[in-house]
Structure formats: structure tokens, C-alpha cells
């Protein structure tokens, strides 16, 4: 069985060309490959290099990652076997943001030997390009440059993820109360509006991504046969992650209130919508990089997230209510 893990020979082949088949440690510098005693061949001492590692357990794994991203060439690295095995034996000093700076330096040296002008140029527009967009992964800031196949696709799946990394995390927080806000009282007569407010917002939420996944995505994508928009793929994504965020600050505003007691029901019902909508966002990343993992076959694809309150949801509310105006009027008549 073929480990889609791993580095096709074609990639191996690029990467050790971009590399000038020189190890790209900035402190080794080695021609990885010469002549043989065969006057018919050559010897290689070069390796491909995974930044983010192949297989479980291996240095600086990502478990977020899809095959595809990890045997693609933005991934790789050409160093000489005994630096391979330097930053393998020790991922903590050799973790990937250092590596990938490694591997763009050293191709901005290599091409400055093949054309240092243009070199100089082509830098220069990289770096104002990548200022354009602020903070995003290595990985991503590769696939911006690179533009390899399907590159909007991929691109979308990996600053989905480092975008939506922090989020995740703060919902998984919240779900194990592993924090908390100060409780903020609803009073009485306030309740019915503090309610209304909530439900219009938790139908705002949900129209935004609705928006952003049918709408936007597929504008930043381009049209069949038209390249993409960068910043405007970035800019989706973050967008689709600040929903995220939205969706989670509504769950504390549900969780952290307190409610009149003839209202606790219906609060109740409340909490899990909005960190729902957050488990449901969730899965389109890891959907977009398995999609991609390979080359698809050509199509029309469909995502489908569940974007809606859980079935009878509705009903239990309406119930829930009409339970609670029967108390409060009861606790305003036993008030006279």
C-alpha cells in the first residue's frame, strides 16, 4: 500500500532543484551531489525533509494536517542526511517556523545565484505581498506564494485551521468549564427582551455562514478556469472564524446569565445552540483538505453543515415559555 504521506519522486526531484542540491541549513550549505566512480553516475546525499512530519510520533506531527499537505512540496525541505537527522533527533530546537524560514532563505540565495536582479525583485514583491495579509502560518504563506494545484482549495482548508485553532480552543474551554465570566443578572421584567434578543442573534449567526459558504467562498475561488483571489480567500476565512467567535460569546452570554427561576427552562434550552453551530463550522476544513487530498475526480462537490436548532427545539422552547408566563402571572397575582 502506497503511504500518501510520503514524498512523490516528483516533488523529491523539485525540491532538490529549487535547492540548488544544496542542503538548505544555513550552517551546513552541503553539495548533496557529484560525480560517481561510474562515469555513467552520480551520487545524491540530499534527502527531502517533511517540516511537519509524515507519520505519528514523528518530529513536529501535525494531526490536522491532510496527506495532501504533508506530501506536498510546500511541506519539504532539501537537506543533506546528517542535517535530516539533526532536526529530527531534536524537533524542540528545530520546530517548523524555523525550518520553513530555512527553506525560503535559501531559495532567495539560490535564485540570486541563477538571476540576482530578478531574485532581488521577486523578494521584494513576496514580502509586500505577504505583508498584505498580517499573521498566517508558514504553511500558508507558502501556498499564497507558490500557487501550486488547487491551491484556493488548500489554501482555504489551512488558514481555516490556524484561524480557527484559538476558537476551538475556547469553546472546548467552555464546554469543560475550565473558565469562567461574571454572572450578570436578567432582571424580571427584562427577561422576555433579553430572550428575543438572543434568538435574533443566534438567526444572525446563522445567516452569516450561510453566506459565507455559499456565497462568499465560492467568489474568492474564482470561476471555472479563473485563478483565485488571494486576500479575498484570507479575508473569508477570517470572517467565517470572527462567527465562530461570535457564535461562542453568545454561548456565554447564554451560560453566564441569571435568570428569574420561571425562566431558568427556558435559559436551559438556550445553552449548546451557539457552541452547536461552532462543532457544525468545524468540520468544513478537515473536509476541504481530505477533498483535496489527491487530485478529485472533476465535478460539482457539496458541504453541507447543519446550521439549525435541534429538531422539536422550537416546540420545547414554545412550551417552556408558555410554562413560565403561567408562573410569572401567577407570581404577580400572589403579589396583590
Not at 498566517?136 to 485553532?165: C, H, P, Q
Not at 443566534?202 to 475561488?221: G, K
Not at 436548532?309 to 420545547?316: I, Q, R, V, Y
Amino acid at each position: 500500500m502506497v503511504d500518501e504521506n510520503k514524498f512523490k519522486q516528483s516533488v523529491i526531484s523539485t525540491l532538490a532543484k529549487r535547492a540548488a542540491s544544496r542542503c538548505s541549513n544555513p550552517d551546513c550549505g552541503a553539495i548533496t551531489s557529484g560525480p560517481a566512480e561510474d562515469h555513467n553516475k552520480s551520487v545524491n546525499v540530499g534527502e527531502a525533509a517533511h517540516i511537519y512530519g509524515a507519520q505519528p510520533l514523528s518530529a513536529r506531527y501535525d494531526p490536522n494536517m491532510s496527506p495532501a499537505d504533508r506530501s506536498s512540496v510546500t511541506n519539504g525541505i532539501w537537506l543533506c542526511g546528517n542535517c535530516h537527522k539533526l532536526i529530527d533527533d531534536d524537533p524542540a530546537r528545530f520546530p517548523a517556523g524555523l525550518l520553513f524560514e530555512w527553506q525560503r532563505e535559501h531559495e532567495r540565495h539560490v535564485a540570486g545565484m541563477v538571476g540576482k536582479a530578478g531574485a532581488d525583485l521577486r523578494r521584494r514583491y513576496e514580502e509586500r505581498h505577504l505583508e498584505e495579509f498580517g499573521r498566517l502560518s508558514y504553511l500558508a504563506e507558502r501556498m499564497i506564494l507558490e500557487k501550486g494545484d488547487l491551491w484556493e482549495y488548500r489554501l482555504t482548508a489551512e488558514v481555516l485551521r490556524f484561524e480557527m485553532r484559538p476558537v476551538l480552543q475556547r469553546w472546548d474551554a467552555l464546554k469543560r468549564g475550565l473558565y469562567m465570566k461574571a454572572n450578570y443578572e436578567v432582571q424580571k421584567e427584562e427577561t422576555a427582551l433579553w430572550l428575543k434578543t438572543r434568538m435574533n442573534e443566534v438567526i444572525q449567526i446563522t445567516r452569516a455562514f450561510s453566506e459565507l459558504m455559499n456565497v462568499e467562498f465560492h467568489r474568492s475561488w474564482g470561476e471555472e478556469g479563473i485563478p483565485g483571489d488571494d486576500a479575498l480567500i484570507v479575508s473569508t476565512c477570517r470572517l467565517y472564524s470572527e462567527m465562530c467567535s461570535s457564535a461562542i460569546q453568545w454561548e456565554e452570554a447564554v451560560r453566564f446569565a441569571v435568570v428569574h427561576e420561571v425562566f431558568e427552562e427556558v435559559r436551559d434550552l438556550l445553552i449548546g445552540v451557539g457552541g452547536g453551530l461552532v462543532d457544525e463550522a468545524a468540520k468544513l476544513p478537515p473536509y476541504l483538505a481530505q477533498l483535496f487530498s489527491d487530485s478529485p475526480e472533476p465535478g460539482v462537490y457539496r458541504f453541507s453543515l447543519s446550521l439549525e436548532l435541534p429538531e422539536g427545539w422550537n416546540d420545547a422552547v414554545e412550551q417552556a415559555l408558555g410554562r413560565a408566563a403561567i408562573a410569572y402571572v401567577a407570581e404577580l397575582s400572589d403579589g396583590f
